[in-house]
């Protein structure tokens, strides 16, 4: 990944030096190793700590919406997916949004990196071109940067955003989208996606960290925070209710999901989330040939109606 801590922060001192925007939302270095921080940038002194790194994961889109003040953002290409997706559903003004955009190779994962180094402390992380020496008392440990990225970056078919005001950094080159390791599971059987399915929400504590990670999830009030109706009890345990939950979120985010995996990343649990709503990616996109946040001007694929549309649940056989 290109050395761009510089040129962003040359770009946001202009940007409020200029008075173009009141704030600069980016990154600054985090307080441990693999970590990256969100940071809000009001002064030309502060716009001097935004860096860029492999470790910038979090989607920024999430600090973006219903902000009266003119506003610049770092964003990489699934950033910029849930900004478009978001400005189609009127939660942020275009007009009042300067899009620095930095085109993506991947983040990488400290569950692998821990993983590389067998839980040991890493005290420090060095990046070589493509490859990547881990640091810690009494040991160091080197890999690929590719074996360490997170798996939702390793697949991930749009680095680039798809729009920006300015763009800082070269594009990167474009890849094919899978769905390999849904056709995986849509191959298992019913029992067997059954299994799975209560295996995973099995480990679910209903944190709810998924729901704060995503940037489309913004209810004032989500569904299994009332009361009135109830829609599911409040015992983390129940296997049954977590499924629900985790079904609800992934039918909320059919045709806006912008595959960023927000929330498997910030679940504590390791729950594959980006599995449940990649399948809902999937579908939209091989029934209605749609992907959320890739095009401003279209409408929303569930806000549009076609003739054209497939309908077997009309059919009879």
Not at 67 to 72: L, M, P
Not at 74 to 86: E, F, H, P, S, Y
Not at 251 to 267: P, V
Request: with cysteine.
């Amino acid at each position: 990944m290109q050395n761009l801590s510089k040129v962003i922060q040359d770009t946001a001192k202009k940007l409020l030096e200029e008075k173009k925007v009141d704030l600069v939302v980016g990154f600054a270095k985090g307080s441990l190793p693999l970590r990256s921080t969100p940071y809000f940038a009001r002064t030309v002194e502060e716009a001097g700590e935004l860096i860029w790194n492999e470790y910038c994961e979090n989607n920024l889109a999430n600090y973006l919406r219903k902000r009266e003040e003119k506003v610049a953002v770092v964003a990489k290409g699934c950033d910029v997916r849930a900004i478009v997706a978001l400005m189609k559903e009127n939660q942020i003004d275009r007009e009042k949004l300067y899009i620095i955009g930095v085109p993506c190779q991947g983040m990488i994962d400290r569950g692998k990196a821990s993983e590389l180094v067998g839980g040991r402390e890493i005290l420090e992380a060095e990046i070589n071109g493509e490859e990547v020496v881990l640091k810690g008392r009494g040991f160091e440990e080197k890999s690929s940067r590719k074996e360490l990225l997170y798996d939702t970056c390793a697949r991930c078919a749009y680095g680039n955003p798809v729009i920006y005001d300015e763009l800082v950094g070269e594009e990167v080159p474009a890849k094919e989208v899978s769905f390999k390791e849904v056709e995986e599971f849509e191959a298992l059987s019913a029992e067997e996606r059954a299994e799975f399915l209560a295996k995973e929400m099995e480990k679910c504590i209903r944190c709810y960290a998924c729901r704060n990670a995503c940037p489309m999830c913004y209810c004032e009030e989500c569904f299994v925070d009332s009361s009135r109706p109830q829609w599911i009890s409040k015992r983390a345990n129940s296997v049954k209710d977590n499924l629900i939950f985790q079904g609800v979120r992934v039918f909320h985010q059919l045709g806006r999901c912008a595959d960023c995996g927000a929330c498997e990343r910030a679940c504590p649990m390791g729950i594959k989330l980006s599995l449940l709503t990649r399948k809902g990616v999937k579908d939209v996109k091989e029934i209605f040939g749609y992907e959320a946040g890739l095009n401003p001007d279209d409408k929303p694929v569930l806000s549009d109606f076609s003739t054209e549309d497939p309908q077997p649940f009309l059919m009879k056989e």
